[in-house]
């Protein structure tokens, strides 16, 4: 069982950064790759970006490359993801999620955090 509670976000303007953390209870967060997903008001929940186990594989979706960063340490329990550029679509309930391998759908993490709002003004 691992247990997820993200935070960090917030209101920020449009071109500002902001960075979420993500961090898991219990032992087994290294035995998971992480990932991280949003959803906005009215649409599907969207694959941001994911990260191996050990971190050495990363990949984001086509809207946020070259923008987001995702990382992790294992000793900390902790993931995290550095946005940066951020444009007003960029709003939405920011999620982390744990997934026994590299996934990119909904359906193959198995644990969830509550999510945190991320609200970018034009």
């Known amino acids: 069982q691992v247990q997820l509670v993200e935070s960090g976000g917030g209101l920020v303007q449009a071109g500002g950064s902001l960075r979420l953390s993500c961090v898991a209870s219990g032992r087994t967060f290294r035995a998971y790759s992480m990932g991280w997903f949003r959803q906005a008001p009215g649409k599907e929940r969207e694959f941001v970006a994911g990260i191996s186990w050990n971190g050495y594989t990363t990949y984001y979706g086509d809207s946020v490359k070259g923008r987001f960063t995702v990382s992790r340490d294992n000793a900390k329990n902790t993931l995290w993801l550095q946005m940066n550029s951020l444009k007003p679509e960029d709003t939405a309930v920011y999620y982390c999620?744990?997934?026994?391998?590299?996934?990119?759908?909904?359906?193959?993490?198995?644990?969830w955090g509550q999510g945190t709002q991320v609200s970018v003004s034009a």
């Open positions: 999620a744990a997934t026994p391998g590299i996934a990119t759908r909904t359906a193959s993490y198995d644990y």
